[in-house]
């Protein structure tokens, strides 16, 4: 099992460009998350997917939208980046249902805005 | 809202010696649950223990255990014996609803030979 990939893993962008982030899990887990990672910082909830077929928004969803596209990819798209969005994204996965489950994360994806 | 605060940006301890991760929560949660996360150099965010908040044991996993004091929103990590690889980021974090994560700032830990 691959657990959770994230592609790609290093991306520059210029501001004003589109892109989209792709996360997928072999797990058959039902919830999906999205969070930044600023340096120095923990990593902050974007959005979530709590089961396949529907997403909320989570701290800091501004800039960003997502798509369960089923129940095993999760896609995180910046329609027009700016610098602020300069972080290092996750993916991460969990069986759902209770908050105690254990997230799986992703190796993250690593995005320059210039 | 839910905020988790690590005090400690930076700690370093010998290897073999025992050391003590401080944070403290503040959540308006009734049914919340609390982890410590660590992130090695190589960036892979990897569980190291979970605590269920109805319960007064404190959760042990080897040769790491916290000190959970609920009334105070204390939940602490102690690590005994502590070893070369244990060097990383850790990160308090409380875990809700739906399984939205709170993280705290993270502390730095290095572990000396």
């Known amino acids: 099992n691959a657990g959770v990939t994230q592609t790609p893993k290093f991306q520059v962008l210029k501001t004003g460009q589109s892109m989209t982030l792709q996360c997928a899990q072999d797990?058959?887990?039902?919830?999906m998350y999205w969070y930044r990672q600023d340096p120095g910082m923990g990593l902050r909830l974007i959005y979530y997917?709590?089961?396949?077929?529907?997403?909320d928004k989570g701290e800091v969803p501004n800039g960003y939208n997502v798509s369960r596209l089923n129940k095993r990819e999760f896609s995180l798209r910046l329609e027009s980046a700016a610098p602020s969005q300069t972080s290092v994204y996750f993916c991460?996965?969990?069986?759902?249902?209770?908050?105690?489950?254990?997230?799986?994360f992703g190796p993250g994806t690593r995005l320059t805005v210039l | 809202a839910q905020t988790v605060t690590q005090s400690q940006p930076e700690m370093s301890v010998q290897e073999a010696e025992t050391v003590t991760l401080s944070c403290t929560y503040d959540?308006?949660?009734?049914?919340?649950?609390l982890f410590w996360y660590k992130q090695p150099p190589s960036r892979q965010m990897i569980l190291v223990i979970r605590?269920?908040?109805?319960?007064?044991q404190n959760a042990t996993e080897n040769r790491f255990s916290v000190n959970f004091q609920k009334a105070a929103k204390s939940f602490s990590l102690k690590i005994s014996d502590s070893q070369l690889g244990d060097t990383a980021m850790y990160f308090c974090?409380?875990?809700?609803?739906?399984?939205?994560?709170?993280f705290g700032q993270g502390t730095i830990l290095t572990v000396h030979p």
């Open positions: 997917s709590a089961s396949e077929g529907t997403t």
């Open positions: 605590q269920e908040a109805y319960k007064q």
């Open positions: 974090v409380e875990g809700t609803s739906y399984g939205k994560l709170t």
């Open positions: 991460a996965s969990t069986p759902g249902g209770v908050s105690y489950n254990e997230q799986f």
């Open positions: 797990m058959n887990h039902n919830s």
């Open positions: 959540t308006s949660e009734n049914n919340y649950y």
